[in-house]
C-alpha cells in the first residue's frame, strides 16, 4: 500500500518536475513577449534527441554532452528568435500569430528531426544510474533524484535571476509594461532574445534527463509543450514559479488517476480539473499576476 | 539643443503633428500648451522615437535622432515622464528607480553614481525615501507623480521632458511638482513640459508654444503668451485666474 503510493508519488513528481521546467520556460517567454511557444515541447525533444546523440552515438563524456545538449537548444532558440519572432515583431504582427510561429517552427523541428533521428523512439543513456535505491518503502533511483532535484535547482536559479540581478529587474519591468520598459531605455529585443535562450536551456536540460525515463521519440515535444502549457495554465502564466508548482500538480495528479483509476481517463479528468479551476480562477490556482495588476 | 525641423508624424498614417517646428535651448524650461488633441503627447513620443515621424527632422545637439530607436535616443540623454504617469506598480519604489537608472548602469563607476543619483533624488522628494520598499501602485497620485519624476531624473538626463505632469492630481500636489521643476530650472535643467494647465505652465517656462490640431499656432516667451487676451481665449480654452 505504501509502497504503491511512495511509488506513484515520485513518479508524479518526476513527471511533474519536467512539466513545471517547460511550464516555467512558457512563463518567462510569456512575461517578456505575450507569446505563447508552441515549439517549447521540441526544445525538450532536441535535448533527449541530441543526448542519444552525444552520449550514445559518438560516446563523449557526460560533461561534454551536456554542454553540447545545451548548446543545440540554444541555437535552436536563437534560430526561433531571429526566424520567427523578431521578423515578425518588425512587420507589427500580434502576439496571437507569433504564437501561429511558433507552432510552425516546431512542425519544423519536428521535421528536421524526423530526418535526422527517424520515428522510432531511441533509449537514451541515462547519466546517473537507473538502479533502484531503496530508503525504508520508499523506491527511487539516481535518475530520478537528479531530475527532482534540478527541478529545485532552476527554481532557486530562476528566482536569483529575476530577484536579485539588475539583468533580471529589467526582464520583470519588461513583463509588468514593455513600452515603458523601452522608455527607461531597456532594449525589449535583447529581454526577448534572452528569454528564448533560457527557456530553451531549461527544456533541453529536462529532456536531457527525462529522456532515459520517458524513451527518446521525436514526437514527444507536442505533448509536453501541451502538459507544460496546461501547467502554466493551472499554476498561473503570469509567473514562473506558478508555472512550475502547475507542472507539479499535474504530474501528481497523472500519476495518482493512472495508479488508482485508470490512465485511461487520467488526461481526461485533469483536463475538467483544469478547466474547473479556471472557472473559479480565470488567472490560475497562483496566478496573481503583477501585469493584471497594473 | 533640441531643434525640431518641420516634423509631421502619427500613428498608422494619421497625422497628429503636422509641420511642427520648435527650439529648445540648453538650460531653459520651454512649455507646449494646448487642448486634449493638440498632438502634445505625440510631440513628447515622436521625440522618443515612440511614434514614427514621416517627414521633417530631429536635431539633439545638431545630431539627426529620427533615425533612432527609443532606448538609442533614452542613451543620448532625451528622457520622459510619461503622461499618466505609468509607474511599474508591482515593483517598488526603490526597483522603479533603479529602472530609471538603466542608461547609467553600463558605466564603470556605476555603483557611486547610482548612490549619487538616489541621494539627489531623496533629497529633492524625501517621501520617496520613506516608502522605499512599497509597492509603486499602493502609492498616492501626488507620490506616484514624484516617483516618476525621480525616476526620470535617476538617468542624469540631459533633456528632461514631461507629459501633463498635473493630469488627475489634487491642485496642491499640482503646485508641488511645479515647484520641483522649478528648482530643476533653476538646477541648470533642460525641460520640456508639454501641459493642459496653461497659466502655470507658462509662467514657469522661459519659451512657450501654443499648440492646435496638430500644429504650432503662437510662440513666444512664457509671460508674453501667457497675457495675451486673444490666445487665452481661443486656444488656452478658459480665461487666466491673473489676467
Same mark, same amino acid.
Do not use: C
Given at each position: 500500500?505504501?509502497?504503491?503510493?511512495?511509488?506513484?508519488?515520485?513518479?508524479?513528481?518526476?513527471?511533474?518536475?519536467?512539466?513545471?521546467?517547460?511550464?516555467?520556460?512558457?512563463?518567462?517567454?510569456?512575461?517578456?513577449?505575450?507569446?505563447?511557444?508552441?515549439?517549447?515541447?521540441?526544445?525538450?525533444?532536441?535535448?533527449?534527441?541530441?543526448?542519444?546523440?552525444?552520449?550514445?552515438?559518438?560516446?563523449?563524456?557526460?560533461?561534454?554532452?551536456?554542454?553540447?545538449?545545451?548548446?543545440?537548444?540554444?541555437?535552436?532558440?536563437?534560430?526561433?528568435?531571429?526566424?520567427?519572432?523578431?521578423?515578425?515583431?518588425?512587420?507589427?504582427?500580434?502576439?496571437?500569430?507569433? $504564437? %501561429? #510561429?511558433? !507552432?510552425?517552427?516546431?512542425? @519544423?523541428?519536428? =521535421?528536421?528531426? +524526423?530526418? &535526422?533521428? *527517424?520515428?522510432?523512439?531511441?533509449?537514451?543513456?541515462?547519466?546517473?544510474?537507473?538502479?533502484?535505491?531503496?530508503?525504508?518503502?520508499?523506491?527511487?533511483?539516481?535518475?530520478?533524484?537528479?531530475?527532482?532535484?534540478?527541478?529545485?535547482?532552476?527554481?532557486?536559479?530562476?528566482?536569483?535571476?529575476?530577484?536579485?540581478?539588475?539583468?533580471?529587474?529589467?526582464?520583470?519591468?519588461?513583463?509588468?509594461?514593455?513600452?515603458?520598459?523601452?522608455?527607461?531605455?531597456?532594449?525589449?529585443?535583447?529581454?526577448?532574445?534572452?528569454?528564448?535562450?533560457?527557456?530553451?536551456?531549461?527544456?533541453?536540460?529536462?529532456?536531457? $534527463? %527525462? #529522456?532515459? !525515463?520517458?524513451?527518446?521519440? @521525436?514526437?514527444? =515535444?507536442?505533448? +509536453?509543450? &501541451?502538459? *507544460?502549457?496546461?501547467?502554466?495554465?493551472?499554476?498561473?502564466?503570469?509567473?514562473?514559479?506558478?508555472?512550475?508548482?502547475?507542472?507539479?500538480?499535474?504530474?501528481?495528479?497523472?500519476?495518482?488517476?493512472?495508479?488508482?483509476?485508470?490512465?485511461?481517463?487520467?488526461?481526461?479528468?485533469?483536463?475538467?480539473?483544469?478547466?474547473?479551476?479556471?472557472?473559479?480562477?480565470?488567472?490560475?490556482?497562483?496566478?496573481?499576476?503583477?501585469?493584471?495588476?497594473? | 539643443?533640441?531643434?525640431?525641423?518641420?516634423?509631421?508624424?502619427?500613428?498608422?498614417?494619421?497625422?497628429?503633428?503636422?509641420?511642427?517646428?520648435?527650439?529648445?535651448?540648453?538650460?531653459?524650461?520651454?512649455?507646449?500648451?494646448?487642448?486634449?488633441?493638440?498632438?502634445?503627447?505625440?510631440?513628447?513620443?515622436?521625440?522618443?522615437?515612440?511614434?514614427?515621424?514621416?517627414?521633417?527632422?530631429?536635431?539633439?545637439?545638431?545630431?539627426?535622432?529620427?533615425?533612432?530607436?527609443?532606448?538609442?535616443?533614452?542613451?543620448?540623454?532625451?528622457?520622459?515622464?510619461?503622461?499618466?504617469?505609468?509607474?511599474?506598480?508591482?515593483?517598488?519604489?526603490?526597483?522603479?528607480?533603479?529602472?530609471?537608472?538603466?542608461?547609467?548602469?553600463?558605466?564603470?563607476?556605476?555603483?557611486?553614481?547610482?548612490?549619487?543619483?538616489?541621494?539627489?533624488?531623496?533629497?529633492?522628494?524625501?517621501?520617496?525615501?520613506?516608502?522605499?520598499?512599497?509597492?509603486?501602485?499602493?502609492?498616492?497620485?501626488?507620490?506616484?507623480?514624484?516617483?516618476?519624476?525621480?525616476?526620470?531624473?535617476?538617468?542624469?538626463?540631459?533633456?528632461?521632458?514631461?507629459?501633463?505632469?498635473?493630469?488627475?492630481?489634487?491642485?496642491?500636489?499640482?503646485?508641488?511638482?511645479?515647484?520641483?521643476?522649478?528648482?530643476?530650472?533653476?538646477?541648470?535643467?533642460?525641460?520640456?513640459?508639454?501641459?493642459?494647465?496653461?497659466?502655470?505652465?507658462?509662467?514657469?517656462?522661459?519659451?512657450?508654444?501654443?499648440?492646435?490640431?496638430?500644429?504650432?499656432?503662437?510662440?513666444?516667451?512664457?509671460?508674453?503668451?501667457?497675457?495675451?487676451?486673444?490666445?487665452?481665449?481661443?486656444?488656452?480654452?478658459?480665461?487666466?485666474?491673473?489676467?
Amino acid at each position: 500500500m505504501m509502497m504503491k503510493l511512495s511509488y506513484l508519488l515520485l513518479a508524479g513528481l518526476t513527471n511533474g518536475s519536467v512539466y513545471g521546467l517547460i511550464g516555467l520556460s512558457l512563463s518567462i517567454i510569456y512575461g517578456s513577449s505575450r507569446v505563447i511557444n508552441f515549439a517549447q515541447g521540441e526544445f525538450v525533444m532536441l535535448g533527449a534527441m541530441t543526448a542519444v546523440m552525444f552520449l550514445a552515438t559518438l560516446a563523449l563524456p557526460w560533461p561534454v554532452a551536456l554542454v553540447l545538449v545545451a548548446v543545440v537548444a540554444i541555437v535552436a532558440a536563437l534560430g526561433l528568435d531571429h526566424g520567427v519572432y523578431r521578423p515578425l515583431v518588425r512587420r507589427k504582427a500580434e502576439p496571437l500569430t507569433i $504564437m %501561429i #510561429g511558433t !507552432l510552425a517552427a516546431a512542425i @519544423i523541428i519536428y =521535421g528536421i528531426a +524526423l530526418l &535526422v533521428w *527517424g520515428p522510432e523512439q531511441k533509449f537514451v543513456p541515462p547519466i546517473l544510474s537507473l538502479a533502484p535505491i531503496r530508503f525504508g518503502f520508499l523506491m527511487t533511483n539516481a535518475q530520478q533524484l537528479a531530475i527532482i532535484a534540478m527541478f529545485f535547482g532552476f527554481l532557486v536559479a530562476t528566482w536569483f535571476l529575476l530577484y536579485r540581478t539588475r539583468f533580471g529587474l529589467s526582464i520583470r519591468a519588461t513583463g509588468v509594461n514593455p513600452r515603458v520598459a523601452l522608455l527607461m531605455g531597456i532594449r525589449s529585443e535583447r529581454i526577448v532574445q534572452f528569454s528564448f535562450m533560457y527557456s530553451a536551456f531549461v527544456s533541453g536540460m529536462a529532456g536531457l $534527463m %527525462i #529522456g532515459p !525515463l520517458l524513451g527518446g521519440q @521525436i514526437g514527444m =515535444g507536442l505533448l +509536453l509543450t &501541451v502538459k *507544460g502549457f496546461m501547467a502554466a495554465i493551472l499554476g498561473g502564466l503570469g509567473s514562473p514559479f506558478a508555472a512550475a508548482a502547475g507542472g507539479l500538480a499535474i504530474g501528481l495528479m497523472e500519476a495518482f488517476m493512472a495508479g488508482y483509476g485508470t490512465s485511461l481517463y487520467a488526461e481526461p479528468a485533469i483536463f475538467v480539473l483544469i478547466l474547473l479551476v479556471l472557472i473559479v480562477r480565470p488567472y490560475g490556482l497562483l496566478g496573481d499576476y503583477e501585469a493584471e495588476r497594473r | 539643443m533640441l531643434r525640431i525641423e518641420s516634423i509631421t508624424a502619427g500613428y498608422n498614417k494619421s497625422t497628429a503633428l503636422d509641420r511642427v517646428s520648435m527650439t529648445i535651448n540648453q538650460g531653459t524650461l520651454v512649455s507646449v500648451v494646448g487642448a486634449n488633441g493638440a498632438g502634445k503627447s505625440t510631440l513628447v513620443n515622436t521625440i522618443s522615437r515612440m511614434v514614427p515621424s514621416y517627414s521633417g527632422r530631429i536635431l539633439f545637439e545638431d545630431r539627426d535622432i529620427t533615425g533612432l530607436k527609443p532606448a538609442d535616443v533614452v542613451d543620448l540623454g532625451i528622457v520622459q515622464v510619461p503622461e499618466g504617469r505609468q509607474l511599474f506598480a508591482p515593483l517598488t519604489v526603490t526597483e522603479n528607480l533603479r529602472l530609471g537608472f538603466h542608461r547609467l548602469a553600463r558605466r564603470p563607476d556605476t555603483a557611486a553614481k547610482y548612490a549619487e543619483r538616489l541621494d539627489y533624488v531623496m533629497g529633492l522628494f524625501p517621501r520617496l525615501a520613506e516608502r522605499a520598499g512599497q509597492r509603486a501602485g499602493t502609492m498616492s497620485g501626488g507620490e506616484q507623480q514624484m516617483l516618476a519624476v525621480g525616476r526620470a531624473l535617476m538617468a542624469e538626463p540631459r533633456l528632461l521632458m514631461l507629459d501633463e505632469p498635473s493630469l488627475g492630481l489634487a491642485p496642491m500636489v499640482v503646485d508641488q511638482i511645479f515647484d520641483i521643476l522649478s528648482t530643476l530650472r533653476k538646477d541648470g535643467l533642460t525641460i520640456l513640459l508639454v501641459e493642459q494647465h496653461a497659466d502655470e505652465a507658462l509662467q514657469l517656462a522661459d519659451y512657450g508654444y501654443v499648440m492646435a490640431v496638430g500644429q504650432v499656432r503662437a510662440e513666444g516667451p512664457g509671460n508674453d503668451l501667457r497675457t495675451d487676451p486673444a490666445l487665452t481665449h481661443s486656444y488656452l480654452g478658459k480665461p487666466t485666474e491673473t489676467a
